[in-house]
């Protein structure tokens, strides 16, 4: 793995990965929050913003060698459009069925983690956010898979660079960011597993990563934050 790291290429493309994720992320943060747009406030343009970013790291990122290593690439988008809608529809669903205290909701508008609110705005929002972030995520693992041709070099190169991203959310969130941080370890494991060692694996990856955000906002919802953040 260290001669393998030590190619110009092979980091070039890794530090042009991580530096337009963190621009994509940054610019969000530092530049249209101050315009009052998130997550849950003028979401049609944080939408075209992170579809539009996905649309440009896949230019960027993606290419035809890449799309070799994709099984029934179509079959996988259009079952991966289907799963987004169903999340859309459970967010909201689960919302109503699981009640949100005041106190848990002031407090998620404070930090402004917006998706566990379960609204419409905030999970149509998200859903164009995790769009963003999986198609970069596939475009890295498929790169390094064709690139090492070896499925251990491609996780763990894969997971790293995956924590690294989720880091300096403890600037923006305090220990709070903590709920993404950690869990980014894991997720970077699994996804990158998933994609490698599965013909389905693109599709379960994103499935996957759409039901942590159901799984954390109903944990959010529910249990005292005391015990959380």
């Not at 599965?198 to 919802?221: D, E, K, P, T």
């Amino acid at each position: 793995m260290k001669s393998f790291l030590q190619d110009k290429y092979i980091q070039k493309y890794i530090a042009k990965w991580i530096l337009f994720w963190l621009t994509v992320m940054g610019g969000f943060i530092a530049i249209l929050k101050p315009m009052g747009i998130s997550h849950l406030h003028n979401i049609h343009i944080s939408i075209l913003y992170y579809l539009a970013a996905a649309g440009l790291g896949l230019k960027l990122f993606f290419s035809e060698e890449l799309k070799a290593h994709v099984f029934h690439f179509k079959t996988q988008t259009f079952l991966y459009l289907i799963t987004s809608l169903l999340f859309i529809f459970i967010t909201v669903g689960l919302g109503k069925l699981v009640t949100l205290p005041t106190s848990h909701e002031e407090y998620l508008l404070y930090k402004q983690f917006y998706y566990p609110l379960m609204y419409w705005k905030s999970s149509f929002s998200k859903l164009a956010d995790l769009i963003f972030q999986q198609f970069l995520i596939v475009c890295l693992v498929l790169f390094l898979k064709h690139e090492s041709k070896n499925n251990y070099t491609t996780i763990t190169i894969f997971t790293f660079s995956f924590f690294l991203l989720h880091v300096p959310l403890f600037f923006f969130f305090g220990f709070a960011g903590i709920v993404f941080i950690l869990p980014s370890l894991f997720a970077g494991v699994i996804f990158s597993f998933c994609i490698v060692r599965f013909q389905w694996g693109i599709f379960y990856s994103m499935c996957i990563h759409q039901l942590y955000y159901v799984i954390l906002a109903l944990i959010l919802r529910s249990v005292p934050f005391e015990y959380l953040l």
